[in-house]
């Protein structure tokens, strides 16, 4: 059936770029016609379902900014920043206009609440919403999150008024057909088509795109206008929030993203309930180590996210992770990378077990941990951490750059974290480690075998330093 469609498709555009030689000899037969028809009127129904959920939002931003008035103007472009001009400006208001896009999400009572983004409502001292048939409310917003880049507003309205279906953005797949939704350039109720070209997309640093998600990819065009608008799946159903795209010229060139509505649901919920999103926290530092730390710790061809440190106190030191765990599943879901595990703890809910399956010297373990509510003043006490400081095996390329002595020892500490017991004990950065406990180490699995030793408490260590050895004794309260 879908080589007859792509078949068909293809003797479509035949057809339309030959009607004038073929006019009296159609290529398609009424059937073949019959089925363009039929996928033409799905696009349709789709489109006449969508565009009423999606709504135009504008906003506008009061700012005070100097203002000299129109009679002074040649005389204080000359003169206003002498130093000893006593003139002092007006100050006047202006307004600054935004616009984009949102999907109706939420109908509670008389209540409407629209799902946009946190860059598109911003700061604003107004917002408007305008409905696909030209109705016009005024706004209030509910809740923002930048690190999602979500946001909620909310208007109120007897009337009858559309919300959107829901779908299950984790059923999404590369090459799915999907439909945009929003307000480019402010030209109201675009309906663009394409398809999925990935899932999973991770944001790129430096772009200011938000870091707490993932975001599915799509060659259906988004341009400016559209953030905050819906992406579609063929049932009509909201898969996805559009929010930006990879351009060089601020146009479209077939790469939109759009963050999974299954990563916004919590939010909505968030907003309504407190005005912001609230996070899970576990309580760990993790990273993707490289290639050759990871063999060495046998974990070569494993996924998932290395545990460097542990926040004392926290969900994850209650539950018994340890520096040098990899943990590669929660409730089940596998994790790729360090992202996958961020991702998914900001989404569990506070005060409830989750399952995670860790690797702990080439055993499979599983611990039920219960997480809390991230607080970034306990996220940022570097004091609650431990141990602080990570230790990589001295390579030859490591020894050559570092002029280090083959006979002094095989780790050497590669970081240190500012205010973490390693960092008040001294420990710095090209420290080689000769003993811990008294034991000697020769590499990173002997390592956090002796880190992570019941018995022992505290962490001895005897250092190598610029031709001094010398004993560092860590507390592990």
């Not at 710095?428 to 030793?453: A, C, H, S, W």
Request: charged share 25%; proline share 4%.
């Amino acid at each position: 059936m879908i080589k007859k469609i792509v078949l068909i498709m293809s003797a479509a555009l035949i057809f339309l770029g030959a009607t004038s030689v073929f006019a009296d000899n159609p290529i398609l037969t009424d059937e073949e016609e019959s089925v363009l028809v039929l996928f033409q009127n799905a696009f349709r129904k789709v489109a006449d379902t969508v565009q009423p959920v999606v709504v135009q939002i504008d906003t506008v931003n009061v700012v005070q900014q100097p203002s000299f008035g129109q009679g002074n103007q040649f005389f204080e472009f000359f003169f206003r920043n002498q130093p000893n001009s006593n003139t002092k400006p007006e100050m006047r208001e202006f307004r600054q206009q935004g616009i984009g896009s949102g999907v109706i999400v939420r109908k509670t009572g008389n209540k409407l609440y629209i799902l946009t983004n946190n860059h598109v409502v911003g700061n604003a001292d107004e917002i408007n919403v305008t409905l696909s048939d030209g109705r016009v409310f005024d706004a209030e917003l509910v809740g923002k999150d930048p690190r999602k880049d979500l946001a909620l507003v909310m208007f109120t309205s007897n009337e009858n008024i559309p919300v959107a279906r829901i779908g299950n953005s984790d059923d999404v797949t590369v090459g799915d057909w999907v439909i945009a939704v929003g307000n480019p350039m402010g030209f109201e109720s675009t309906v663009t088509a394409g398809i999925v070209s990935a899932v999973g997309r991770e944001s790129i640093p430096g772009l200011g795109v938000a870091q707490l998600t993932d975001y599915i990819q799509t060659d259906a065009a988004i341009n400016q206008g559209n953030s905050g608008g819906a992406l579609v799946n063929i049932r009509g159903e909201v898969i996805g929030i559009n929010t930006w795209i990879a351009s060089q010229t601020g146009g479209n060139v077939g790469l939109g993203f759009a963050i999974p509505v299954n990563n916004a649901t919590k939010a909505i919920d968030d907003f309504i309930r407190t005005g912001k999103v609230e996070y899970g926290w576990l309580g760990v530092n993790i990273s993707d180590p490289s290639y050759e730390f990871m063999k060495e710790m046998d974990l070569e061809g494993r996924e998932g996210a290395f545990v460097y440190d542990v926040f004392r106190k926290s969900p994850a030191d209650k539950a018994g992770i340890l520096p040098g765990d990899l943990i590669t599943h929660v409730n089940g879901k596998a994790l790729d990378d360090s992202n996958d595990l961020i991702n998914i703890v900001a989404d569990l809910p506070a005060g409830r077990f989750s399952t995670f399956t860790i690797v702990r010297q080439g055993e499979n373990l599983t611990l039920n941990v219960k997480t809390a509510i991230r607080d970034d003043d306990v996220e940022s006490a570097s004091s609650g951490i431990w141990p602080g400081f990570v230790a990589v095996h001295i390579t030859n390329e490591i020894r050559e750059r570092l002029d280090l002595d083959k006979r002094k020892g095989d780790l050497v500490i590669a970081n240190v974290r500012e205010g973490s017991p390693a960092a008040i004990a001294g420990l710095k950065p090209g420290d080689i480690i000769r003993e811990m406990n008294g034991n000697k180490v020769r590499d990173v699995q002997e390592f956090y075998t002796e880190l992570n030793d019941e018995k022992k408490r505290n962490l001895e260590l005897t250092i190598y330093r610029q031709g001094e050895e010398f004993g560092i004794k860590l507390k592990n309260k």
